[in-house]
């Protein structure tokens, strides 16, 4: 069971309309940590950060 266009477009109108677009990029860059983070731990690379 795939999405098709219209839901796609459909739940990216409903995240619009609930963060706003000033918010969208802030949203983003906090998933993509969230999911490099899972990755790093998935895979049990752990770099150093200072």
Not at 29 to 48: A, L, P, V
Request: no cysteine.
């Amino acid at each position: 069971m795939g999405f098709g266009f219209f839901e796609i477009v459909l739940i990216l109108a409903v995240i619009l309309l609930l963060f706003g677009a000033r918010k969208i990029p802030e949203l983003m860059r906090g998933i993509g940590k969230g999911i490099n983070e899972f990755s790093e731990g998935k895979d049990g690379k752990r770099k150093d950060r200072d």
